[in-house]
C-alpha cells in the first residue's frame, strides 16, 4: 500500500528522482540513444550528474551536452582501460536490438545487439575490476508460470546475456543485477509498440484496431523504470562479488488490453478503440508472470490511471 505522501505524488511529480547514493558513482550508460536510455541519460544530467556514454565498438558517438564520451574503442581491453579511469563506476546496460518476429535478416543485428555487444561491456567491466552492471533484460524471457521459456529470438538472445553475466560474476570479479522489463510507456515513445501507437492514433484522431481485449499486459510509467534502474545500480554497488541478482520491474497489477481501453474512454472519450477479439478470457494468450521476484528497495509511484492520464491529455513531453 502506497502512503498518502507516495499516492499524492503520482499524480503531481513525473519527474524521475536520482538516489544520493549514487553521488560518488559515474554511471555508465549503454543504448544512451533508445528510449529508456534517453530518459535515463537527461534524468542524471538535470540532476547534475555527468553520465559516461559508451557506444558501439569502433563508432564515433555524438556529443550529448553534459555528458561524459567514451572514446572510440576496438574491444573490451580498450574500453577497460576507460573504465579505470572513472570515479567508482557502474554499468547500466540498457542496449539491445528488439524484433519481435525475426526473419532470417534479422539475426545478425539480434546477436550483435543482445548478446555480441553485451558480452563485450561484461568483458571490460571485469577487466577494470570491480564494475557493478545492471543489464536490463525482458519478462518475455518467462513464461506466465515463471519458467524460462522466451517468446522469440530477441527474448531468447536477452535469456544467453543474462546467462552471460551470471558466468562473468562467478569466474571474474563482477556483480551485477539482470533487470528484467515489462511493457512501458510515456514520454517521447517512438519504438512503435502499442502505448505509442495508440497515442499516435489519438493525436492524429484516428481510431485504433487491435487484436486481442483479453491480452494481459503489465504497464510502467518511464518514471518507475527510471527510477528502478536507478534502484538497481544502487542494489548491484551493494551485493557480494560474484553475486548477480534476477529482479523484475512491474507495476502493482497486471490488466488486459480491453481494461486499457475502458480507462482511455473516460480519459479521451473522442479516441476510439475496437478489438477482433471481445473475449474478455483467452486461456491461449501469453500471459505475465505476476510472481517474479520484484527488485529490492523500489516500488512503482505511478498509477497506471495517472499515467496514462498524462500521456494522452498532457503530452507527457519528457
Request: aromatic share 8%.
Amino acid at each position: 500500500m502506497l502512503s498518502l505522501k507516495r499516492r499524492l505524488m503520482t499524480m503531481s511529480h513525473f519527474s524521475p528522482v536520482v538516489p544520493d547514493t549514487l553521488a560518488n558513482h559515474t554511471i555508465c550508460v549503454t543504448g544512451h540513444g533508445g528510449y529508456v536510455g534517453r530518459h535515463v541519460v537527461s534524468t542524471l544530467i538535470s540532476a547534475g550528474h555527468t553520465p559516461f556514454l559508451i557506444g558501439r565498438i569502433d563508432t564515433v558517438q555524438t556529443p550529448v551536452a553534459g555528458a561524459a564520451m567514451a572514446a572510440p574503442w576496438s574491444d573490451a581491453h580498450a574500453l577497460s582501460r576507460q573504465l579505470m579511469t572513472l570515479d567508482a563506476p557502474v554499468v547500466l546496460n540498457i542496449a539491445g536490438h528488439f524484433v519481435s518476429r525475426h526473419s532470417a535478416t534479422d539475426i545478425p543485428a539480434l546477436v550483435s545487439g543482445n548478446l555480441e555487444y553485451p558480452l563485450t561491456i561484461f568483458e571490460a567491466a571485469a577487466d577494470a575490476g570491480d564494475t557493478p552492471i545492471v543489464n536490463v533484460g525482458t519478462s518475455w524471457e518467462f513464461s506466465d508460470k515463471g519458467t524460462p521459456t522466451p517468446a522469440n529470438l530477441y527474448a531468447q538472445l536477452k535469456a544467453a546475456n543474462a546467462q552471460t553475466l551470471e558466468y562473468y560474476a562467478r569466474t571474474r570479479a563482477l556483480r551485477g543485477v539482470n533487470l528484467k522489463l515489462n511493457d512501458t510507456f510515456g514520454g517521447k515513445d517512438t519504438r512503435g509498440k502499442v502505448m505509442g501507437a495508440m497515442r499516435d492514433a489519438w493525436l492524429a484522431g484516428r481510431s485504433m484496431q487491435l487484436r486481442s481485449w483479453a491480452q494481459p499486459i503489465n504497464l510502467l510509467h518511464i518514471t518507475d523504470v527510471v527510477e528502478g534502474l536507478f534502484a538497481a545500480a544502487q542494489r548491484a554497488t551493494q551485493l557480494p562479488l560474484q553475486t548477480v541478482d534476477t529482479a523484475f520491474l512491474m507495476h502493482d497489477e497486471t490488466v488486459t488490453l480491453g481494461a486499457i481501453s475502458e480507462l482511455l474512454a473516460d480519459i479521451v472519450p473522442e479516441f476510439a478503440i475496437d478489438f477482433d477479439d471481445r473475449r474478455h478470457e483467452d486461456s491461449s494468450l501469453r500471459g505475465v508472470w505476476a510472481d517474479g521476484p520484484r527488485l529490492m528497495q523500489w516500488e512503482p509511484r505511478v498509477t497506471l490511471e495517472a499515467g496514462l492520464r498524462s500521456y494522452f491529455t498532457r503530452g507527457d513531453p519528457r
